[in-house]
């Protein structure tokens, strides 16, 4: 089966920095995604890793163990509009047949004064 | 300019009826797909055409039916409706994942919130 695990909410407080967790399980892996929505709109491509270690872009930084089947997202400087839902995604299939997404259920963060 | 544009962006109706969604993208993509994010805001696949063929069709009922006229666009026709069909509805496309590996993200229209009474 699959299986992709997040914490349901956090808070955190501006300019801090904050680690969202996502472990999985699924029949084959071909990559991680991370992916960011905003109440009310569509989720917009934040990170992509398919190979071990850290992936850094700006304030958001993504780390995978391929081993332990987890992933993080790091949040630095944390602005209030990042006050969104994370979405951890993993693509099953291996040789790109289909590019088919397995979503977690989404990381609510709160971001506060 | 818009990238993946769907329509209607709200949709309510009653059970039993029949309704479509639409969806277009002009980022020149292969690949286009339906997801369905229930209430818990839990995204799930449906469906995936690449070049007008499906290629993915997740545990759907038969009452859903993707429509692919061309490969910019991906229209689902929904028979019999029910209340658990109340969701929002999310288009995506990405380019054809021929090479394992590589990134294809997908990229996202606005959602059709379908409300079913």
């Known amino acids: 089966g699959q299986n992709i695990d997040q914490p349901t909410e956090m808070t955190a407080t501006e300019g801090a920095i904050v680690q969202i967790n996502c472990t999985y399980q699924?029949?084959?892996?071909?990559?991680l995604f991370w992916y960011q929505q905003h109440a009310g709109e569509a989720p917009t491509f934040l990170s992509y890793?398919?190979?071990?270690g850290l992936e850094e872009k700006g304030r958001f930084s993504s780390f995978l163990s391929r081993s332990k089947g987890y992933s993080y997202l790091l949040l630095k400087e944390l602005q209030m509009k990042d006050s969104a839902s994370y979405l951890c995604a993993v693509r099953p299939d291996y040789g790109g047949a289909t590019n088919k997404l397995i979503f977690g259920t989404g990381t609510l963060l709160a971001v506060q004064p | 300019d818009t990238a993946v544009s769907q329509t209607p962006k709200y949709l309510v109706t009653q059970m039993g009826n029949d309704k479509s969604i639409k969806c277009e993208q002009n980022?020149?993509?292969?690949?286009m797909y339906w997801y369905k994010q229930d209430s818990k805001k839990f995204l799930k696949i449906m469906f995936s055409?690449?070049?007008?063929?499906?290629?993915i069709n997740e545990t759907v009922p038969n009452r859903f039916s993707p429509k692919s006229p061309d490969k910019a666009h991906l229209n689902l026709h929904i028979n019999s409706l029910e209340l658990g069909d109340s969701a929002v509805y999310f288009c995506a496309s990405s380019q054809d994942p021929h090479m394992a590996s590589l990134l294809y993200e997908q990229y996202f229209g606005p959602g059709t919130r379908l409300t079913v009474t």
């Open positions: 980022l020149g993509h292969d690949t």
């Open positions: 890793n398919v190979l071990d």
């Open positions: 699924t029949s084959g892996f071909n990559g």
């Open positions: 055409y690449n070049n007008k063929e499906l290629i």
